[in-house]
């Protein structure tokens, strides 16, 4: 089975930018559907990226048109970009992994088997 660890978190001020690393190894990621979610203190996990298939990708709300779900297959490794970040971006950022799509949506953090340890990002304004 898979495993998963992030990386690239920091502290930056509103406005910066981060990139977030997702190694995948045990397993390739081309059999999995990919997702990025954060959680914030006090707050439920959320989706927040995710890339369903054929090469498309879905974003919530509130960082669409800010951030970007890529994948690097050589490196089997799985990035979010994200760009003018806000203070509300603050969170731990994790990355997670799906055998099936199954009826649950792409954002939905029931559909993934497998987690990462999560990656900090702090954003001050």
């Known amino acids: 089975e898979v495993q998963l660890a992030e990386s690239g978190g920091g502290s930056v001020q509103a406005g910066g930018s981060l990139r977030l690393s997702c190694a995948a190894s045990?397993?390739?990621?081309?059999?999995?559907?990919m997702g990025w979610f954060r959680q914030a203190p006090g707050k439920e996990r959320e989706g927040v990226a995710a890339?369903?298939?054929?090469?498309?990708?879905t974003y919530a709300d509130s960082v669409r048109g800010r951030f970007t779900i890529s994948q690097d297959k050589t490196k089997n490794t799985m990035y979010l970009q994200m760009n003018s970040l806000k203070p509300e971006d603050t969170a731990m950022y994790y990355c997670?992994?799906?055998?099936?799509?199954?009826?649950?949506?792409?954002?939905?953090?029931?559909?993934?088997?497998?987690w990462g340890q999560g990656t900090q990002v702090t954003v001050s304004s």
């Open positions: 890339n369903i298939g054929w090469g498309s990708t």
């Open positions: 997670a992994a799906a055998r099936q799509s199954g009826w649950r949506g792409p954002l939905d953090t029931r559909r993934y088997n497998y």
């Open positions: 045990g397993d390739t990621i081309s059999n999995y559907y």
